[in-house]
C-alpha cells in the first residue's frame, strides 16, 4: 500500500502497538506526527522512523489526562501541516484490577480522563485539519474492553468505562461525520500480544491488528468501514511475560 505523503497523527506511540503503528505508516511514505506522555521517547521513535525512511516523523509529548496537554499538541501540529488525512486514537493507560478499591482514586481520574475527555479534546481540536483532507480517516483503537457485553479481561472497571466512553463517542462520530466523508473506523480487539505466531490457534497479535487499520484506511472513499470486532479464541493471557502480553489496547 503507497501512503506516500499521507499526514498522520498517532497518540501513544513510544512503545507497543503505537509504535509499531507509526513504523508501518512510514514504512509505506506516511509523514507522522507521533505523540506520547514521555518527549524523550517519542523523540527516540521519532528519529528511527526518519532514519529508516521512506517516511519521516516528527515527535511531540501529549498527555491526554491533561486538557491543556491536548491543546497545545493540537496546535503544534497545525503548526506543522495545513491538513491532516489520518488521527489514531491510540493512546490511552491500561490499568489491572478486579475491585474499584484495587488502585488510587488519582490514577483512576487519570485514566478516564485520557480514554474518555483527551480524546474527545484532541479529536475537537484536530477535527478542522481532517475537514481540510481529501481522505479524512479517524481510527479509534478501543478495545473489547468497550463492546457491551464483554468480561474477559482482567481490566480495571476504570479501564472499562473509559473505553466504553471512547466507544460512545466513535459511534455518534461515525453518524455525524459521514455526510462529511470522514470515515471514523474502530476497532475491538480482545487481550492480545506484541509478537507470536500468526496461526488459527494462537492469540491474536498487535500485527494482525496493525494490518486491519491498513486495510481500512487504504479502502476506496465509497467504502466505509465502522467496527472490527475479534473472536476471543483463547482466554488464558495472564501466565505469558509481560513483554508479550498486551492487555486491551494503548499504552502511552
Known amino acids: 500500500m503507497d501512503l ?28 507522522i506526527f507521533l505523540s506520547a506522555r514521555d518527549l524523550g521517547a517519542a523523540e527516540h521513535v521519532a528519529d528511527a522512523i526518519s532514519r529508516r525512511g521512506p517516511g ?3 515527535a511531540f509529548r501529549c498527555d491526554l489526562a491533561v486538557p491543556d496537554s491536548v491543546r497545545v499538541f493540537a496546535a503544534a501540529v497545525a503548526g506543522r501541516t495545513s491538513h491532516l488525512d489520518v488521527l489514531i486514537n491510540n493512546g490511552a493507560a491500561y490499568i489491572e484490577g478486579d475491585d474499584l478499591a484495587d488502585v488510587s482514586d488519582d490514577v483512576i481520574d487519570s485514566v478516564m480522563a485520557a480514554g474518555g475527555t483527551g480524546t474527545v479534546l ?18 479509534n483503537m478501543i478495545s473489547a474492553c468497550g463492546a457491551v457485553g464483554h468480561r474477559r479481561s482482567g481490566a480495571h472497571p476504570a479501564f472499562y468505562a473509559a473505553k466504553h466512553a471512547h466507544a460512545g463517542l466513535a459511534e455518534i462520530l461515525s453518524h455525524r461525520l459521514r455526510p462529511e466523508g470522514i470515515r471514523v473506523i474502530s476497532l475491538f480487539p480482545p487481550d492480545f500480544v506484541q509478537d507470536g505466531p ?3 490457534d494462537s492469540d491474536l497479535t498487535a500485527r494482525s491488528v496493525i494490518d486491519c487499520v491498513l486495510f481500512a484506511v487504504g479502502q476506496p472513499r465509497d467504502c466505509f468501514i465502522r467496527e472490527f470486532h475479534f473472536e476471543q479464541v483463547t ?10 502480553r498486551r492487555r486491551g489496547q494503548g499504552r502511552q
Do not use: C, N, W, Y
Open 198 to 200: 500468526r496461526q488459527a
Open 56 to 58: 519521516r516523523a516528527d
Open 235 to 244: 482466554s488464558q493471557l495472564t501466565g505469558l511475560p509481560e513483554q508479550r
Open 122 to 139: 484532541l479529536t475537537k481540536h484536530l477535527l478542522p485539519l481532517l475537514r481540510a483532507s481529501s481522505r479524512p480517516d479517524i481510527v
Open 4 to 31: 506516500d505523503g499521507v499526514r498522520v497523527v498517532i497518540t501513544g506511540a513510544a512503545r507497543g502497538t503505537g509504535r509499531l503503528l507509526a513504523e508501518a505508516f512510514a514504512e509505506r511514505g506516511a509523514q
